[in-house]
């Protein structure tokens, strides 16, 4: 049974806004939550960026979902201090927590003015990071000298069980190596073929946990207004990795915006104003085997998708199989 779940980005929504957007998705049956931990937008359109560790201090307590963020160790947290972070709300609200830790994006880790490392280095540096939190999470008292520097730090109230450390991943290399280390798989919508080779990726390489998937989409009553959301609100999220790893400010990402056209956005945003498209598309992903889809609506305005996806749309899913 795949869970249905709602994605809290940061980056389009102010704190309080978040809040609410989430409480609502609640109510209307969306089933779990994740969100972004940004320090900057992607666009002066979007004009957001909450602190996500407190935000989910006040979402773990006025909701009874499960939420996980994404976030990134080794750069403007020490893994030590998430380790701290992750570990009090896993103590708080038990097996309700998770967190995605990736290699992270020039456009948040630069505020801290460190030089922004080759990718290998990045990656490396990402996997000594879950190993200091793993030992971290086992009570261990942990030093540890190379690309992150730990000295003689403990996590002295942990949960019963270790908070789960999912891998953010874009493809295949990167699902094989993640199966080495991760608790389960955090992807984006991409090309059906394209998931189910990374999917088959993971697994094949000893990969356990959930698969997990977050899908932009854009709806409206009209295809030419979710076609104006997508372009306002997502526009520079287009191109590819390794490129959007690098750009170091919003300014970076505004250029690429212009250029950008409807055609583009549609390849990375599933843009329709017929629901029964968006249930075709979500039943799809579920055959594909991922455990939680996650459906994230691109617009600021999150109230008529809520509503409108928890009346019309979820029930359908229920029907087919694809629930809680």
């Known amino acids: 049974m795949t869970v249905i779940g709602f994605p809290v980005s940061h980056e389009q929504l102010a ?3 978040a809040l609410d957007a989430l409480r609502a998705a609640e109510s209307a049956g969306f089933a779990a939550a994740l969100c972004s931990d940004h320090a900057n937008p ?6 957001h960026s ?7 201090g006040a979402a773990l307590a006025t909701t009874g979902l499960r939420i996980g963020v994404v976030t990134s160790p080794g750069g403007r947290y020490h893994p030590a201090v998430l380790a701290q972070q992750a570990a009090t709300l896993g103590q708080m609200f038990p097996a309700r927590f998770w967190m995605a830790p990736g290699t992270g994006e020039y456009l948040n880790e630069s505020i801290t003015g460190e030089p922004w490392p080759r990718p290998e280095i990045r990656g490396r540096r990402l996997v000594e990071s879950v190993d200091v939190i793993r030992r ?3 009570g261990e008292c942990v030093t ?3 690309l ?15 908070v789960p450390l999912l891998a953010p991943v874009v493809g295949v290399s990167s699902a094989e190596r993640a199966a080495q ?12 073929e394209v998931l189910r080779d990374l999917l088959a990726a993971y697994r094949e390489s000893g990969g356990r946990g959930p698969a997990c998937l977050q899908v932009h989409l854009s709806w409206a009553e009209t295809e030419g207004h979710a076609e104006a959301i997508a372009l306002d609100q997502w526009r520079n999220n287009v191109v590819s990795p390794p490129v959007t790893w690098d750009l170091a400010t919003v300014d970076h990402f505004e250029a690429l915006g212009p250029r950008t056209t409807a055609d583009q956005v549609r390849e990375s945003v599933r843009v329709s104003a017929d629901l029964s498209r ?12 991922f455990d939680e889809i996650y459906l994230h609506h691109v617009g600021q305005d999150q109230s008529a998708f809520v509503e409108t996806f928890g009346n019309r749309v979820l029930p359908d899913l229920r029907d087919e199989e694809v629930t809680r």
């Open 15 to 17: 704190p309080d806004a």
């Open 42 to 47: 992607w666009s002066r359109a979007q004009g």
């Open 50 to 56: 909450g602190a996500a560790w407190p935000w989910l």
């Open 136 to 138: 971290l999470f086992a």
């Open 144 to 146: 540890h000298d190379g």
């Open 148 to 162: 992150v520097t730990v000295v003689d730090a403990e996590v002295w109230d942990r949960p019963s069980e270790p």
């Open 181 to 192: 280390w991760a608790d389960g798989l955090l992807t984006l919508n991409q090309p059906v």
């Open 278 to 289: 968006h249930r075709d598309w979500i039943l799809e992903y579920a055959e594909l085997g």
